[in-house]
């Protein structure tokens, strides 16, 4: 089993930043993926994740304006969010994703972004 520990969540004005962060623990084996995926009433959503060989993937609504970075012993990751809009209020959940397909979400972390 991983356990998934997120924190970082807010209230933001538009243009704002915040930064999330993921710990996770237990079982950690291979990874194959760790990110972080939103949800805000439509389907959940991939907002970006670090792939296995250090590959990093983000939606086309972050490009730019998200990084996602992990630390040096790969057992959390951060999402830096700057410049956020209306839009990008969800609650976001972190994901991993072990060799073999295992995914383990974490409890989710709200953001709010409003004026």
């Known amino acids: 089993q991983v356990q998934l520990v997120e924190s970082g969540g807010g209230s933001v004005q538009p243009g704002g930043s915040l930064r999330l962060s993921c710990a996770a623990s237990?079982?950690?084996?291979?990874?194959?993926?760790m990110g972080w995926y939103r949800h805000s009433g439509k389907e959940r959503e991939l907002v970006a994740n670090i792939l296995v060989g250090g590959g990093k993937r983000y939606a086309d609504s972050v490009k730019g304006r998200f990084t996602i970075s992990r630390d040096s012993a790969g057992n959390t990751v951060y999402l830096q969010m700057n410049n956020l809009k209306p839009e990008d209020e969800a609650v976001y959940y972190c994901n991993y994703v072990s060799t073999g397909g295992a995914n383990y979400w974490g409890q989710g972390t709200q953001v709010t972004v409003s004026s």
């Open positions: 237990g079982s950690l084996r291979s990874m194959d993926a």
